[in-house]
């Protein structure tokens, strides 16, 4: 097969990718249709397994719902990390499906609507305000509802972190409240009938280079410090945020944890258990638990030759997957891994486009790239589609079915 990590991380039958252990040509019929979305539950399982096994034990695991909130993906993961953060009154409920605590679903976001923080602060989940309008709002639903508000703080930090696919942090933002005002604002909000657990911070996602994730944990940790020391209570919750990425494209190297796991180790022996020892340290990861467990499985519908270039025509798109077009946050177009599904281990190639069916230029999910000779009926399997996929693409665009999506 390829050389890439994430297609590595899946067998094959044959000549036939699995996922889940079940053969792609026996999937689409159980499943019924091409396109569709499907997700291998043991690599969700193990990447939880991995991080596990290389971050501090006391240190909680919380998942991104955002990144994938189809609601078997979430009971799954409800079992497996300790915690699940929502962006929306709707995934809120999704996390309140499964067997998850609700002190143990935290809400952030910036524009949470009135009804949203009545719908929170009446489930008791925690509450992640990005504003003092926001406090005072959460503020005046608890007085209402009779019901004290389970809040954090979420920080704007007055550092940026490089290398990040998206910065969520420093410098002027629409997320977080800017650490310089949050020593006036715990003092308002003294007054307030709310429960102040602590602080979030989540400053960048899709970041491949632990160096800098290291350095950013180190200044998260110092950052929190310095607040909890303007707190005349225990300080109970500190989210140092993640912003770990996945390899999406051919010269991306994967995250090395090692170094990572180590620096929070040695953050959490030196200034966390001694100096705050009350507090939940939580770690939120999105992309980083289900990103690569996932791939979206399309059929060839035609191939055509146009002027010498081969194009390969398939029934999916950027409709259901539009970050593989390149059209979600990325600057430069690149290809995420593409394989022929039902020619894996064919060794003769030649350089196809692949297209999706919609009447757009920009519906390219596979720009110059090296395939082995695919038919109308192959599979073109399209990988890293766990994370940022269905729900992240605009699947009203010309009308076409919602394709189904399994886990596996
Ligand atoms: C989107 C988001 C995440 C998840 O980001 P990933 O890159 O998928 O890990 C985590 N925390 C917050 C607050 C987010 O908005």
């Not at 524009?111 to 003092?132: C, D, N, P, R, Y």
Request: proline share 6%; glycine share 10%.
């Amino acid at each position: 097969m390829s050389s890439h990590p994430s297609i590595a991380m899946f067998e094959a039958v044959q000549s036939c990718l699995a996922v889940g252990g079940i053969s792609l040509d026996r999937l689409a019929e159980r499943v019924g249709s091409t396109p569709f979305f499907a997700y291998d539950r043991r690599l969700i399982t193990s990447r939880v397994g991995y991080l596990r096994s290389m971050l501090p034990a006391d240190v909680k695991l919380s998942y991104a719902v955002k990144a994938n909130p189809m609601p078997a993906v979430v009971q799954h993961l409800a079992g497996l990390v300790d915690a699940l953060d929502v962006a929306s009154a709707f995934e809120m409920k999704t996390a309140l499906d499964t067997p998850m605590t609700a002190s143990h679903v935290s809400f952030a976001g910036p524009g949470k609507t009135t009804s949203e923080l009545i719908q929170a602060v009446a489930a008791g989940v925690t509450i992640e305000m990005e504003s003092s309008n926001e406090a005072a709002r959460v503020a005046a639903i608890g007085h209402r509802l009779g019901i004290r508000p389970r809040v954090a703080l979420r920080v704007n930090p007055d550092f940026q972190v490089k290398g990040s696919g998206m910065r969520m942090g420093g410098g002027p933002q629409q997320f977080g409240i800017d650490v310089e005002e949050i020593p006036a604002l715990l003092g308002e909000l003294a007054a307030a009938d709310l429960e102040l657990l602590g602080f979030h911070v989540f400053a960048g996602s899709q970041n491949l280079h632990a160096d800098i994730l290291c350095e950013a944990l180190s200044r998260n940790v110092a950052l929190l410090q310095r607040l909890a020391g303007d707190c005349k209570w225990p300080v109970r919750y500190l989210n140092l945020g993640g912003g770990f990425g996945i390899p999406y494209f051919e010269k991306d190297h994967p995250l090395d944890l090692l170094p990572v796991g180590q620096r929070l180790e040695a953050l959490m022996e030196t200034e966390i258990r001694p100096n705050l020892p009350d507090a939940r340290v939580v770690i939120e990861l999105g992309r980083y638990i289900v990103g690569e467990s996932g791939v979206y499985v399309t059929r060839v519908v035609d191939r055509k030759v146009s002027r010498g270039r081969i194009y390969l025509v398939v029934d999916g798109g950027l409709h259901h997957q539009l970050a593989a077009s390149g059209n979600f946050g990325q600057v430069i177009r690149r290809n995420y891994p593409i394989v022929v599904g039902n020619r894996i281990g064919e060794t003769e190639l030649e350089n196809v486009s692949v297209v999706g069916c919609l009447c757009t230029p920009l519906d390219l999910l596979g720009d110059n790239v090296m395939l082995p000779h695919a038919e109308i009926g192959d599979f073109i399997v399209i990988f890293q589609a766990g994370a940022y996929g269905l729900t992240a693409s605009p699947t009203a665009f010309l009308g076409h079915p919602l394709p189904p999506e399994v886990l596996v």
